[in-house]
């Protein structure tokens, strides 16, 4: 099937800085890109949707200058967290959406310090 | 919005026996219905998937069924094994929003020996 990877796969960070997670498709193209967060214990919620070569759509009630998502290519989309806190601290999961079918990826394991 | 109600929240059963996890959702539009199995740590994996026009899917110990009158779906997993031990997941599709999904909020099985 459809492989996806996410780097890294867990990160710590400081409170105001910035990090980058980045989701590849290894083996297809994707156009589309849907972003999760998932708080621990809870389930997932569609944070934004990334296309590529053009603006990604966020969620309501989701920061779309404190998620910086870009999708410049068919295998790469990443997502930026700038100045982020300790609430932010969240596990982070991309799915390509060119298809119901398509799978996660293992998921990024943030937390700000 | 349109959201994707799951029950139970947690589940324990003994090895052997069967278990059953429903979800209703409220999209009259919704037309694609999958079950992701998450294990602590990882991305959500897909077990089984069924789309509108089917009633009912199995692939060997998992079945799911699909009532799109009463818009309800339900995973059963018979002979159960402490590997299935996980957070299961259900989701419906969103209409006219590509490839996104709404999943419900988790039931946690538990398959003791």
């Known amino acids: 099937g459809a492989v996806v990877s996410q780097h890294p796969s867990w990160v710590i960070c400081k409170s105001g800085t910035s990090v980058k997670i980045e989701c590849r498709s290894l083996?297809?193209?994707?156009?589309?890109m849907f972003w999760y967060r998932q708080f621990p214990k809870q389930s997932l919620m569609l944070m934004a949707t990334?296309?590529?070569?053009?603006?990604?759509?966020?969620e309501q009630g989701v920061e779309k200058d404190k998620f910086l998502i870009n999708h410049a290519s068919l295998t790469l989309s990443t997502l930026t967290v700038t100045s982020a806190h300790p609430e932010d601290s969240s596990f982070y999961i991309c799915?390509?959406?060119?298809?119901?079918?398509?799978?996660f990826g293992p998921g990024t394991r943030l937390t700000v310090t | 919005g349109e959201n994707v109600e799951q029950h139970p929240s947690t589940l324990s059963v003994q090895e052997g026996d069967s278990a059953v996890i429903k979800c209703t959702y409220s999209?009259?539009?919704?037309?694609?219905f999958p079950w992701y199995k998450q294990e602590l740590g990882k991305g959500p994996q897909l077990i089984i998937d069924?789309?509108?026009?089917?009633g009912e899917k199995k692939d060997q110990r998992i079945a799911v069924t699909l009532n799109k009158t009463a818009k309800h779906f339900s995973l059963h997993i018979t002979e159960t094994q402490p590997e299935d031990s996980a957070v299961y997941f259900c989701?419906?599709?969103?209409?006219?929003?590509?490839?996104?999904?709404?999943f419900g909020k988790g039931t946690s099985l538990l398959v003791t020996p």
């Open positions: 999209d009259s539009a919704s037309n694609y």
């Open positions: 989701a419906a599709s969103i209409s006219n929003s590509g490839y996104a999904l709404n």
């Open positions: 799915r390509p959406g060119d298809t119901y079918e398509q799978y």
């Open positions: 990334s296309n590529e070569g053009s603006k990604a759509t966020y």
């Open positions: 083996d297809f193209q994707a156009t589309t």
């Open positions: 069924i789309r509108s026009n089917v």
